[in-house]
């Protein structure tokens, strides 16, 4: 205990080492009104009109407004229990694509059906707090549409709603120092949670946001030294998302990302997932990571911000290969490759803009090393030829995630090689290692 406590300070005066712009009280500098979390109105408005020259923006505008459609008539959102779990995920979804087709298009129809959903899950006897996750990814989904539909939200509507963030999700705010997505996830919700009343529980937003800020470098510090990422490119990609939302609040409510993201590794994570997809399209799915490609909005925030052309230019290219393919966007909380499309809206607030010359700063190197807790490298001799070659280990014996999609060997060091035709085979050899505990009858992992 004594040694975590330790570790945890370190991390947070490290953190602050990087924090010269963050203010003393970020409250001072909070954006007034709503909207203010991810996408202002001045970002709306840029969105739209960048729409009128980019086909495929045009075109990811019309999917999500097609996808919100989809869920106006859709079966009223579930609380949570042992046969239907992770509802919170649903609620992501409908809120996240419909709040986004009400700002896009102004129909109200769209407003109504968010207004529904926000009145549903404040009704709730809880948000499920034997689990962070689920209080977490809740508390995002409240939080954004209270704060994306907030004229439309009469007095009564908003306070109900406010009631709903406080009494199960923020007024019970604790430290999260899960080394992983439980924590990123869990912190996340917190922090929007208090960005979105943050005018109106002024005293609650700042110590919700103390323990979030606390508790979040923690996680972070797993991304050491160059990026990569212990659990896994499938938890990559669940605990990146809500950490780049972290961020991004932060920098739409006060103007900064009150330095946050700058830790040993993290800009350079991105090169981390790109490396983890091979050219037939198949991941290395060590840890119990499947093997298709999730292509998280996250990835273009990062690709942007560190200008790492191949990455733009990657989850572009899959973007665009999604929209040619699905009218309506599909979700099912169950399935790997379906469950990212919960944040497929915020396509719209990160978009992949075609690199020019100017932004193709950084193109990710054929071959790296990943250091740190779970040690990878990979090998290839090309990022844009189909059939290159594409060679990935790493040592499990520094996963966190032990269990493997494979039970006939659940742990060990595992490479990838390249079968003819593209396709990917794992090859393992076995190791004894201590599992993490069995999944609990809700299908989660209880918090480490």
Known sequence: MRHGVVLLLSLLV????????????????????????????????????????????????????ATAESLL????????????????????????????????TGEERFADRVKSDLLTVAAFPDWDPRHNLAIGEMSFAVAVGYDWIYPRLDAGARATVRRALVEKALGDAHPNTDPGNH?????????????????????????????????MPVALASYAPDGGFPEGPSYW????????????????????????????????????????????GAMFNYADAPEGL??????????ERYRVATATRNTRAMLADTLSRETIIPFDRAV?????NRFFALHAVWFPREPDGADAAVELPLDAHFRGTADLAVFRSAWSDPRAPHLPGHDARGSRRSQSRHPANPSGAQSLRRRPGGRA?????PRRLPHRPARTPSGRYPPS
């Open 14 to 65: 490290t953190s602050a080492g990087h924090c010269a712009v963050a203010p003393d009280d970020p409250l001072a500098h909070l954006r007034p009104g709503h909207p203010r979390l991810l996408l202002t109105d001045e970002g709306l408005a840029a969105a739209i009109a960048a729409a009128k020259t980019d086909p495929l923006r045009a075109t990811l505008h019309q999917r999500i407004v």
């Open 73 to 104: 008539s859709s079966p009223p959102l579930r609380h949570n229990d042992d046969r239907t779990p992770e509802q919170e995920r649903n609620a992501v979804f409908h809120i996240l694509t419909c709040a986004m087709a009400y700002r896009l």
């Open 183 to 215: 924590n990123q996830v869990y912190n996340a919700g917190l922090m929007s949670g208090a960005l979105a009343l943050a005018d109106e529980e002024p005293e609650l937003a700042q110590r919700v946001m103390a323990v979030a800020r606390q508790s």
């Open 237 to 280: 990609t669940y605990g990146t998302t809500y950490s780049v939302i972290t961020f991004a609040e932060l920098e739409s409510a006060f103007g900064t990302d009150l330095g946050l993201p700058d830790v040993p590794g993290f800009a350079r994570t991105i090169g981390y997932y790109e490396s983890m997809q091979g050219p037939s």
């Open 294 to 303: 999730q292509n998280s909005p996250a990835r273009t925030w990062l690709a």
């Open 336 to 340: 790997q490759d379906l469950v990212v």
């Open 425 to 429: 085979q794992i090859r393992r050899r």
